[in-house]
């Protein structure tokens, strides 16, 4: 009886097991950068969700609209026109002046993301007047699947969100540090 009770158990849980190892991993891409401004400066800049377009080099312009997202909450979302092309649409989260914290989602747009989260910090940087920016992402990739394609793939998310991070806080610390 205790055998059956084993094997019973065990079945209950194989199926969550095998779903486990086919369900793509989380990717997550953490920046850094210091600037030679107060943390208010940086954070008036970075907390303006319609305003990025001022400070990140890919995005010609930016459209907002509050909006009711799918779980029927209303909220600011923007609309990024890129240089180039494509266009990316999220939504805000969070935006904690307390925290000096933005968070936002993408809803859809032509990133190699899936399930894309974004939060941006400022704090106190390491010398007086200067603010430490914290940029992460966690996201899957494209497909949202374990093995996907070329160009939907883990790497190819990872790379495209770490171009993203790099051209944006080096551009924001050079109009911040003007």
Known sequence: MKFIFKVLVAAC????SVTAANAPSQQKVIR???IKAEPAKAWVLIKD????HKWHPAVESTATETKVDK???????RLLTLKGGGTILE???????EEMKLEYKIVEGVLPVSGYRSVMTVKAGPGAGESTVNWTGRFYNKANEVHAKPGEDNETA???IEGVYDSGLENLKKVLEK
């Open 13 to 16: 849980f194989l199926p969550l």
């Open 71 to 77: 779980e029927g909450v209303e909220l600011p979302h």
């Open 158 to 160: 990872v790379k495209a």
């Open 49 to 52: 969700f319609g305003g990025i």
């Open 32 to 34: 850094e950068v210091v």
């Open 91 to 97: 939504k805000q989260t969070i935006a904690s002046d």
